[in-house]
Structures are given as structure tokens and as C-alpha cells.
């Protein structure tokens, strides 16, 4: 627990840009794989909408309610 709480505690430093630029960063390493692993966009487009939609209901709960 205690490395969990140590990391809490450094993302809270975080200002906007620092966020924004990590997720930058993540969209960049995420092309760098594409590029090596072209077989990646063979699979169906709904697998990916399938993911972007598991991934993105806890931050919206948390952000409307």
C-alpha cells in the first residue's frame, strides 16, 4: 500500500501540461508500436470501440457523478 499512496502523492504534483504531455507521450509510444506491429489494424474496428468504452466508464462516473 505504501507504493501505491507514495505514487498518489507524486500525481498529485502534477500540473495540466504535465498530464497533457504524458498523455502525448502515450499516444506517441502507442504509434511506435503500430508502426512495428502493422497487424494491429487488421482487427476489426469494434474490438477498439469495445476498449475505448471499458476503459472510459470509470472516469466518466467519476467525473459526472
Request: glycine residues 0%; contains cysteine; aromatic residues 16%.
Amino acid at each position: 500500500m505504501k507504493f501505491i499512496e507514495n505514487m498518489t502523492n507524486r500525481a498529485k504534483k502534477f500540473s495540466i501540461l504535465d498530464v497533457k504531455l504524458a498523455q502525448w507521450a502515450a499516444i506517441f509510444v502507442t504509434l511506435i508500436v503500430v508502426k512495428l506491429i502493422p497487424q494491429i489494424l487488421d482487427i476489426n474496428i469494434w474490438w477498439f470501440v469495445a476498449l475505448l468504452a471499458i476503459c472510459a466508464v470509470k472516469p466518466l462516473y467519476v467525473f459526472w457523478i
